[in-house]
Protein backbone atom coordinates (compact mmCIF):
# COMPACT_ATOMS: atom_id res chain seq x y z
CA UNK A 1 0.00 0.00 0.00
CA UNK A 2 1.23 3.26 -1.34
CA UNK A 3 1.97 5.73 1.66
CA UNK A 4 0.66 9.43 -0.01
CA UNK A 5 1.86 12.72 0.77
CA UNK A 6 -0.61 15.74 1.42
CA UNK A 7 1.09 18.88 1.09
CA UNK A 8 -0.63 22.11 2.60
CA UNK A 9 0.26 25.75 4.38
CA UNK A 10 2.30 25.71 6.82
CA UNK A 11 1.08 28.90 8.34
CA UNK A 12 -1.56 31.32 7.06
CA UNK A 13 -5.10 31.92 6.31
CA UNK A 14 -5.68 27.97 4.86
CA UNK A 15 -3.51 26.21 7.47
CA UNK A 16 -5.74 26.19 10.27
CA UNK A 17 -8.77 25.01 8.38
CA UNK A 18 -6.91 22.28 6.46
CA UNK A 19 -5.68 20.74 9.59
CA UNK A 20 -9.23 20.92 11.12
CA UNK A 21 -10.35 19.09 7.88
CA UNK A 22 -7.80 16.48 8.11
CA UNK A 23 -8.72 15.46 11.46
CA UNK A 24 -12.45 15.35 10.69
CA UNK A 25 -11.64 12.89 8.44
CA UNK A 26 -10.38 10.79 11.46
CA UNK A 27 -7.06 11.26 10.84
CA UNK A 28 -4.91 11.31 14.27
CA UNK A 29 -1.68 13.23 13.60
CA UNK A 30 0.66 15.05 15.84
CA UNK A 31 3.55 18.09 15.99
CA UNK A 32 1.63 19.55 13.16
CA UNK A 33 2.90 23.57 14.63
CA UNK A 34 6.80 22.39 15.26
CA UNK A 35 7.25 19.62 12.35
CA UNK A 36 7.47 19.93 8.51
CA UNK A 37 6.27 16.97 8.17
CA UNK A 38 3.94 15.28 9.98
CA UNK A 39 2.85 11.23 9.53
CA UNK A 40 -0.73 10.01 9.64
CA UNK A 41 -0.62 7.41 12.59
CA UNK A 42 -3.97 5.75 11.13
CA UNK A 43 -4.18 6.60 7.71
CA UNK A 44 -1.06 5.82 4.75
CA UNK A 45 -0.73 9.51 4.39
CA UNK A 46 2.37 12.03 5.80
CA UNK A 47 1.32 15.38 5.51
CA UNK A 48 3.88 18.27 4.20
CA UNK A 49 3.81 21.67 5.56
CA UNK A 50 5.31 24.29 2.70
CA UNK A 51 4.93 27.57 1.50
CA UNK A 52 1.22 27.85 0.02
CA UNK A 53 3.14 28.87 -3.44
CA UNK A 54 5.15 25.83 -3.79
CA UNK A 55 2.22 23.53 -3.21
CA UNK A 56 1.37 23.30 -6.99
CA UNK A 57 4.36 22.86 -8.02
CA UNK A 58 5.01 19.60 -5.61
CA UNK A 59 1.94 18.57 -6.62
CA UNK A 60 2.60 18.40 -10.39
CA UNK A 61 5.66 16.93 -10.42
CA UNK A 62 4.57 14.39 -7.98
CA UNK A 63 6.53 15.16 -4.77
CA UNK A 64 3.62 15.79 -2.90
CA UNK A 65 0.37 13.25 -3.80
CA UNK A 66 -2.14 15.75 -2.85
CA UNK A 67 -2.64 19.12 -1.80
CA UNK A 68 -5.26 21.82 -0.09
CA UNK A 69 -4.53 25.74 -1.76
CA UNK A 70 -6.33 28.38 -3.03
CA UNK A 71 -7.52 28.49 -6.42
CA UNK A 72 -5.58 31.42 -7.34
CA UNK A 73 -2.29 30.10 -6.46
CA UNK A 74 -2.97 27.26 -9.15
CA UNK A 75 -4.10 29.83 -11.84
CA UNK A 76 -1.24 31.89 -11.15
CA UNK A 77 1.41 29.14 -11.15
CA UNK A 78 -0.11 27.27 -14.27
CA UNK A 79 0.59 23.92 -12.13
CA UNK A 80 -0.81 20.98 -14.37
CA UNK A 81 -2.71 19.19 -11.49
CA UNK A 82 -6.05 17.55 -11.18
CA UNK A 83 -8.97 19.38 -9.02
CA UNK A 84 -10.55 16.88 -6.74
CA UNK A 85 -13.11 18.73 -4.46
CA UNK A 86 -13.77 22.90 -3.33
CA UNK A 87 -13.60 22.83 0.50
CA UNK A 88 -15.52 25.72 1.31
CA UNK A 89 -13.02 27.43 3.20
CA UNK A 90 -10.83 30.24 2.52
CA UNK A 91 -13.07 32.36 0.65
CA UNK A 92 -12.26 35.40 -1.04
CA UNK A 93 -11.81 37.35 -4.14
CA UNK A 94 -9.14 38.85 -6.38
CA UNK A 95 -9.87 42.42 -7.34
CA UNK A 96 -8.15 45.32 -9.16
CA UNK A 97 -8.94 48.27 -5.93
CA UNK A 98 -7.70 52.38 -6.06
CA UNK A 99 -7.28 55.26 -4.13
CA UNK A 100 -10.93 56.59 -2.60
CA UNK A 101 -9.84 59.89 -4.14
CA UNK A 102 -9.95 58.22 -7.31
CA UNK A 103 -13.07 59.02 -9.59
CA UNK A 104 -11.90 56.58 -12.66
CA UNK A 105 -15.51 54.27 -13.15
CA UNK A 106 -14.88 51.83 -15.92
CA UNK A 107 -12.38 49.26 -16.76
CA UNK A 108 -10.96 50.98 -19.67
CA UNK A 109 -9.87 53.50 -17.82
CA UNK A 110 -7.37 51.59 -16.40
CA UNK A 111 -5.15 51.64 -19.84
CA UNK A 112 -2.20 53.04 -19.20
CA UNK A 113 -2.21 52.94 -15.17
CA UNK A 114 0.42 51.20 -12.83
CA UNK A 115 -1.07 48.19 -11.08
CA UNK A 116 0.79 46.95 -8.43
CA UNK A 117 0.70 43.03 -7.31
CA UNK A 118 1.96 39.29 -6.43
CA UNK A 119 -0.59 38.14 -8.68
CA UNK A 120 1.12 39.29 -12.10
CA UNK A 121 -0.10 36.35 -14.28
CA UNK A 122 -3.82 36.53 -13.77
CA UNK A 123 -3.93 39.84 -14.01
CA UNK A 124 -2.09 39.88 -17.13
CA UNK A 125 -5.07 37.18 -17.97
CA UNK A 126 -7.58 39.75 -17.23
CA UNK A 127 -5.98 42.94 -18.91
CA UNK A 128 -5.54 40.87 -22.04
CA UNK A 129 -9.00 40.08 -22.27
CA UNK A 130 -10.47 43.12 -21.71
CA UNK A 131 -8.00 44.67 -24.48
CA UNK A 132 -6.29 47.23 -21.48
CA UNK A 133 -2.90 48.51 -22.06
CA UNK A 134 -1.31 48.41 -18.17
CA UNK A 135 1.55 48.54 -16.25
CA UNK A 136 2.43 45.37 -13.79
CA UNK A 137 4.36 46.20 -11.30
CA UNK A 138 5.15 42.71 -9.67
CA UNK A 139 5.36 43.49 -5.80
CA UNK A 140 6.06 40.66 -3.12
CA UNK A 141 4.25 41.26 0.14
CA UNK A 142 1.85 44.19 1.20
CA UNK A 143 1.01 45.41 -2.46
CA UNK A 144 -1.96 48.58 -0.89
CA UNK A 145 1.15 50.67 0.51
CA UNK A 146 1.87 50.96 -3.48
CA UNK A 147 -0.57 53.69 -4.33
CA UNK A 148 0.38 55.74 -1.22
CA UNK A 149 3.89 55.44 -1.71
CA UNK A 150 3.48 56.66 -5.15
CA UNK A 151 4.70 53.32 -7.11
CA UNK A 152 1.52 52.52 -8.51
CA UNK A 153 -2.49 53.96 -9.85
CA UNK A 154 -3.94 50.63 -8.22
CA UNK A 155 -3.30 47.25 -6.65
CA UNK A 156 -4.65 44.24 -7.78
CA UNK A 157 -4.69 41.49 -4.86
CA UNK A 158 -6.90 39.18 -2.76
CA UNK A 159 -9.90 40.76 -0.46
CA UNK A 160 -11.48 38.66 2.17
CA UNK A 161 -13.40 41.28 4.54
CA UNK A 162 -12.16 44.32 2.78
CA UNK A 163 -10.52 46.18 5.93
CA UNK A 164 -7.10 46.08 4.75
CA UNK A 165 -7.83 48.22 2.03
CA UNK A 166 -10.30 50.62 3.55
CA UNK A 167 -7.04 51.48 6.37
CA UNK A 168 -4.65 52.24 3.71
CA UNK A 169 -7.04 54.19 1.68
CA UNK A 170 -8.50 51.86 -0.98
CA UNK A 171 -11.55 50.82 -2.48
CA UNK A 172 -12.78 47.87 -4.38
CA UNK A 173 -13.04 49.10 -7.95
CA UNK A 174 -13.66 45.37 -9.78
CA UNK A 175 -13.57 41.81 -9.01
CA UNK A 176 -11.13 39.86 -11.26
CA UNK A 177 -12.25 36.51 -9.82
CA UNK A 178 -13.00 34.31 -6.86
CA UNK A 179 -11.03 31.92 -4.72
CA UNK A 180 -11.45 29.41 -2.35
CA UNK A 181 -9.48 26.41 -0.69
CA UNK A 182 -9.39 23.48 -3.15
CA UNK A 183 -7.97 19.81 -2.71
CA UNK A 184 -5.82 19.14 -5.71
CA UNK A 185 -3.70 15.78 -7.08
CA UNK A 186 -0.65 14.89 -9.27
CA UNK A 187 -2.29 13.79 -12.30
CA UNK A 188 -3.20 10.39 -12.64
CA UNK A 189 -3.28 9.87 -8.44
CA UNK A 190 -7.08 10.89 -8.51
CA UNK A 191 -7.85 6.98 -9.47
CA UNK A 192 -5.41 6.06 -6.65
CA UNK A 193 -7.82 3.53 -3.57
CA UNK A 194 -6.43 5.72 -0.88
CA UNK A 195 -6.90 9.49 -2.81
CA UNK A 196 -10.67 7.99 -3.39
CA UNK A 197 -10.85 6.97 0.33
CA UNK A 198 -9.67 10.30 1.60
CA UNK A 199 -12.18 12.22 -1.11
CA UNK A 200 -14.91 9.71 0.13
CA UNK A 201 -14.42 11.32 3.82
CA UNK A 202 -13.54 14.64 3.19
CA UNK A 203 -17.00 14.88 0.73
CA UNK A 204 -19.08 12.93 4.11
CA UNK A 205 -17.56 16.25 6.10
CA UNK A 206 -18.00 18.45 3.81
CA UNK A 207 -21.87 17.30 3.50
CA UNK A 208 -22.36 17.08 6.92
CA UNK A 209 -21.21 20.70 7.69
CA UNK A 210 -23.90 21.56 5.29
CA UNK A 211 -26.78 20.54 7.18
CA UNK A 212 -28.01 20.31 10.73
CA UNK A 213 -29.71 17.40 12.39
CA UNK A 214 -33.22 18.17 13.44
CA UNK A 215 -36.04 16.43 16.20
CA UNK A 216 -39.52 17.47 16.75
CA UNK A 217 -42.62 16.61 18.16
CA UNK A 218 -45.53 17.47 16.30
CA UNK A 219 -49.65 16.02 16.56
CA UNK A 220 -50.39 13.78 14.39
CA UNK A 221 -53.03 15.79 12.09
CA UNK A 222 -49.97 18.11 11.17
CA UNK A 223 -47.51 16.10 10.68
CA UNK A 224 -48.12 15.64 6.46
CA UNK A 225 -47.44 18.73 6.74
CA UNK A 226 -43.99 18.94 8.23
CA UNK A 227 -42.90 15.65 6.16
CA UNK A 228 -43.66 18.17 2.95
CA UNK A 229 -41.20 20.78 4.80
CA UNK A 230 -38.96 18.19 5.27
CA UNK A 231 -37.42 15.61 2.38
CA UNK A 232 -34.35 14.62 5.03
CA UNK A 233 -31.99 13.02 2.87
CA UNK A 234 -33.97 10.17 1.68
CA UNK A 235 -37.72 11.23 3.95
CA UNK A 236 -37.98 12.36 7.39
CA UNK A 237 -37.84 9.17 10.14
CA UNK A 238 -41.34 9.28 11.98
CA UNK A 239 -41.77 7.84 15.28
CA UNK A 240 -44.73 7.37 17.77
CA UNK A 241 -44.29 9.02 21.20
CA UNK A 242 -46.50 7.98 24.51
CA UNK A 243 -48.75 10.39 23.70
CA UNK A 244 -51.00 8.35 20.93
CA UNK A 245 -51.84 11.89 18.80
CA UNK A 246 -48.06 12.65 18.88
CA UNK A 247 -44.74 11.59 16.89
CA UNK A 248 -41.49 12.76 16.90
CA UNK A 249 -39.94 14.03 13.87
CA UNK A 250 -36.01 13.46 12.80
CA UNK A 251 -34.51 15.04 9.43
CA UNK A 252 -32.08 17.43 8.37
CA UNK A 253 -32.45 20.86 6.97
CA UNK A 254 -29.30 22.49 4.91
CA UNK A 255 -27.37 25.02 6.30
CA UNK A 256 -28.46 28.20 3.74
CA UNK A 257 -32.19 26.94 4.53
CA UNK A 258 -32.09 26.92 8.29
CA UNK A 259 -33.93 29.87 9.31
CA UNK A 260 -36.50 29.85 7.02
CA UNK A 261 -37.31 26.42 8.06
CA UNK A 262 -37.10 26.18 11.54
CA UNK A 263 -39.78 29.08 10.92
CA UNK A 264 -41.85 27.05 8.46
CA UNK A 265 -42.13 23.93 10.50
CA UNK A 266 -43.16 26.35 13.84
CA UNK A 267 -46.14 27.71 11.78
CA UNK A 268 -46.92 24.40 10.71
CA UNK A 269 -47.44 23.16 14.56
CA UNK A 270 -44.06 22.14 15.09
CA UNK A 271 -43.28 21.62 19.21
CA UNK A 272 -40.13 21.00 21.17
CA UNK A 273 -37.79 21.47 18.34
CA UNK A 274 -34.10 20.12 19.13
CA UNK A 275 -31.24 21.31 16.85
CA UNK A 276 -27.74 19.24 16.82
CA UNK A 277 -24.30 19.54 14.61
CA UNK A 278 -23.49 16.53 12.12
CA UNK A 279 -20.57 15.10 12.55
CA UNK A 280 -20.57 13.28 8.88
CA UNK A 281 -22.76 12.51 6.27
CA UNK A 282 -21.76 8.79 4.34
CA UNK A 283 -23.96 9.01 0.83
Known sequence: MKTLKIAIQKSGRLNEKSVEILKNCGLSFEN???SLISKVGNFPLEILFLRDDDIPEYVQDGIADLGIVGENIIIETNANVSYLQKLGFGKCALKIAIKNT???SEIKEL???????????ILSRYLKANNINAQIRNISGSVE??????????IFDIVSTGSTLKNNGLKPFVSVMDSEAVLISTKGMEFNAEVLELVKRIQSVLRAKATKYVVLNVEKKNLQRIVDLLPGVKSPTVVPLFEE???AVH???????FWQKINDLKAAGAQG???????????
Not at 111 to 121: Q, W
Not at 251 to 257: A, L, Y
Not at 273 to 283: G, S, T
Request: charged share 25%; glycine share 8%.
Open 32 to 34: YKS
Open 102 to 104: CDI
Open 245 to 247: DWV
Open 111 to 121: EGKAIATSYPV
Open 251 to 257: SVIPEED
Open 145 to 154: IGPGLGLSDA
Open 273 to 283: IVVMPIEKIIA
